[in-house]
């Protein structure tokens, strides 16, 4: 299995970037997906998710109406539309994937087997 992260970059404040999780070795449509982000400091955060139950997206309140997570099964890809980007959203960015059993969207990261090496996120003021 592998998650494979890229698209981050140094953008200003209100500016906007894509990032994109290409994924390998697994099913796509039978595995948990979730964007997480973990800022110097503090705890890795959970951003957003796609259940493998039913297909259904959903967003942390944090980044909700600024973020937008989707989907590609034709390319087993996993994208991350971020607008209006603020300096507290710099940080390292992950995707991640669960090993088939969950079903629903965890947010907490002891429940995912897979992880990227992560994309870096700055944002400046």
């Known amino acids: 299995v592998q998650l494979v992260e890229s698209g981050g970059g140094l953008v200003q404040a209100g500016g906007s970037l894509r990032l994109s999780c290409a994924t390998s070795?697994?099913?796509?449509?039978?595995?948990?997906i979730s964007w997480f982000r973990q800022a110097p400091g503090k705890e890795r955060e959970w951003i957003s998710c796609v259940s493998s139950s039913d297909g259904s997206i959903s967003h942390s309140s944090t980044i909700k109406g600024r973020f937008t997570m989707s989907t590609d099964h034709a390319k087993n890809t996993v994208w991350l539309q971020m607008n209006s980007l603020k300096p507290e959203d710099t940080a390292i960015y992950y995707c991640?994937?669960?090993?088939?059993?969950?079903?629903?969207?965890?947010?907490?990261?002891?429940?995912?087997?897979?992880w990227g090496q992560g994309t870096q996120v700055t944002v400046s003021s």
């Open positions: 991640a994937a669960d090993d088939g059993r969950i079903g629903t969207c965890p947010k907490t990261r002891r429940y995912y087997d897979f």
């Open positions: 070795g697994f099913r796509f449509r039978t595995n948990v």
